[in-house]
Nanobody, 124 residues
Framework: QVHLVESGGGAVQPGQSLTLSCASSDTLKNWAIGWFRQAPGKKREGVSCISASGDTIYSDSVKGRFTISRDNDNNKAYLQMNSLKPEDSAIYIC???????????????????WGRGTQVSVSS
């Protein structure tokens, strides 16, 4: 059973950076890993996904600012977030989907495991 724990969130000013981590209790090598976020009163939003083979995809709102990566040896995934904006404020959650970032990756409907999230707050 894959158990996911996110870390690395915090409060920063606009333009600053944060790196989020997603640690798994079991191997992640066969799983695609997605990062999602949910702000108060808003639906969960798919931010980025990295497939088991390392292919990456991003939502338009973070493309060019965020970078997803994975470290299979240590059962971890990361989300490097640069040039943060107030609208990036949310709880960030990681999840796993088998092998690939499916065509519906943003919905999270095919994800089998989820963490509880880490809070990111961006304000001046």
């Amino acid at each position: 059973q894959v158990h996911l724990v996110e870390s690395g969130g915090g409060a920063v000013q606009p333009g600053q950076s944060l790196t989020l981590s997603c640690a798994s209790s079991d191997t992640l090598k066969n799983w695609a890993i997605g990062w999602f976020r949910q702000a108060p009163g808003k639906k969960r939003e798919g931010v980025s996904c990295i497939s088991a083979s390392g292919d990456t995809i991003y939502s338009d709102s973070v493309k060019g600012r965020f970078t997803i990566s994975r470290d299979n040896d240590n059962n971890k995934a990361y989300l490097q977030m640069n040039s943060l904006k107030p609208e990036d404020s949310a709880i960030y959650i990681c999840g796993t989907e088998w092998r690939d970032c499916g065509y519906a990756w943003k919905s999270g409907s095919e994800y089998e495991h989820w963490g509880r999230g880490t809070q990111v707050s961006v304000s001046s």
